[in-house]
């Protein structure tokens, strides 16, 4: 606690942050280079995107209807926060009113569409895509997500 540069040093997130000379890494495009997909809700009834608390037994509050699943890419942006009063956020680890910053995130999400291998149809809902006529879709569906924000597949630079 008496030295947080220290411990952010060895955090493989913060090392740029606290080095001296650190290489310039590339921009991010989206949020689907973070490695991890988040589950949501959208009513088609009610044509709207759903949080937690506007779902009850498995149905929309509105309508009562059953929602389809939607997914987002998701990245966790870390920062550092005050544990004063003050509240201050920095992205390097600070002192202030002689307490060291704690380690928060935000949380960047971007919707996931889909596009048909095959015929190239997209969609906002896997559930909705109407193949063109003579498509032959791959096995499972053959639709591939696309993140809105970057335009790419998620995790599409991982090596697999």
Known sequence: MANPAAVAAKMPEFKAATAKAAPAKPAKTGACEVKYVVKGYYCLMC????????????ACKRCETKPAELEYCAARIPYFKSICQHMK????????????SIIAFNEDRARLSYECESCGVKGELASEIKHKEGCAPK???GLKKICSKSGKEPHASDAK
């Open 47 to 58: 044509k709207r995107e759903l949080t937690p608390d506007d779902v009850r037994n498995s």
């Open 89 to 100: 956020k920095a992205d390097a680890p600070f002192v202030c009113c002689g307490k060291p």
């Open 139 to 141: 096995f499972g569906g």
